[in-house]
């Protein structure tokens, strides 16, 4: 094996080492001489990769975010053959696959953020330009956003062990999350419902009072 090669899978395996560690033990668990033990590899051959612990970090939440980024991808172009709102379809599909996903890169998210909050700069700037992508496309922004925020939701409930949903129950609630139909009537503009309110029902009596009423004098 050439040497390019053999750095290449010296970089992949402390990398998934460090992925099994943030997972299996926390962020605060991760240390070189852990990514050692755990990869196989020495101390010397992890150095020779990443020469600190945040150099570490930051190499896997790139690699998480490009993974991430590639199912996003993949699934919004489907999804422009299915729905008007193909950005923010792709959005709640990849936080679902984020749960969804053994050795999820949230946790490489949240080994980043404990370690170093200036690391988040980097999903939040990438952040930034989906919401706008987002916005740009929804008839109606605020509920396009409601919508990517419950699934951000679920995904962080989970990844903290906050959640009392059960798999199917939190399946069920990324297909409505997803379901453009289940969101139409609340989008601003859309069609009122067809029961009218009480005081449109009454505005209506009213008129319909003042008709007969009218009616009436001029039979008489």
Known sequence: MDNP???ERSRTAALDAAITIVTRDGPGRLTLDAIARESGLSKGGVMH????????LR????????????FSNRYLEKARETTDQPELAAQIATLREAISTPRSGAFALLAAMNENPELMAMPRDVDIEKVARMKAE???????????AAARGLLLSSLFGLSSLTDAERDRLFERLLDDGKWTAMEQGAPA????SRAAAARGASASRATKSASARKRS
């Not at 190499?59 to 590639?70: I, R, S, T």
């Not at 419902?193 to 009218?196: I, L, M």
């Open 193 to 196: 419902a067809a029961k009218p």
């Open 49 to 56: 990769q990443f020469r600190t612990k945040e150099a570490v």
């Open 5 to 7: 090669s053999r750095s």
């Open 59 to 70: 190499a896997l939440l790139e690699q998480q975010m490009a993974y991430f980024e590639a």
């Open 138 to 148: 929804a008839r109606d922004p605020d509920l396009a956003l409601l919508r990517w």
